[in-house]
């Protein structure tokens, strides 16, 4: 079982700058890509940015350019510096960590955090 453990949330002025870590933990293989996503009140859970184990991101239209995700693959461990936020940024975010192999040939599957708030007030 993996366990993913946001942290980095919180309350900040537009302008402002958070950094989100997520840690997987659990006797782990391998962790394909890794990534976050947030959902605000009333809309759905969208895609903010992802990165392979080789490093390639992927980033929504919207926080490219603010946003800067990296990992960390000794340590499980994906970041999302957050820059320059706006008040429509604020969401909970979720970490997500796909095809998760314990072992060299196991079947793949994909893991969520819990989430962590992040408000961007204005």
């Known amino acids: 079982q993996v366990q993913l453990v946001e942290s980095g949330g919180g309350l900040v002025q537009a302008g402002g700058s958070l950094r989100l870590s997520c840690a997987a933990s659990?006797?782990?293989?391998?962790?394909?890509?890794m990534g976050w996503y947030r959902q605000a009140p009333g809309k759905q859970r969208e895609l903010v940015a992802t990165?392979?184990?080789?490093?390639?991101?992927n980033y929504a239209d919207s926080v490219k350019g603010r946003f800067t995700i990296s990992r960390d693959n000794a340590k499980n461990t994906v970041y999302l510096q957050m820059n320059s936020l706006k008040p429509e940024d604020t969401a909970v975010y979720y970490c997500?960590?796909?095809?998760?192999?314990?072992?060299?040939?196991?079947?793949?599957?994909?893991?969520w955090g819990q989430g962590t708030q992040v408000t961007v007030s204005s």
């Open positions: 997500n960590a796909d095809h998760v192999r314990f072992r060299r040939f196991d079947v793949p599957a994909d893991y």
């Open positions: 659990g006797s782990i293989f391998s962790i394909n890509g």
């Open positions: 990165i392979t184990s080789g490093g390639s991101t």
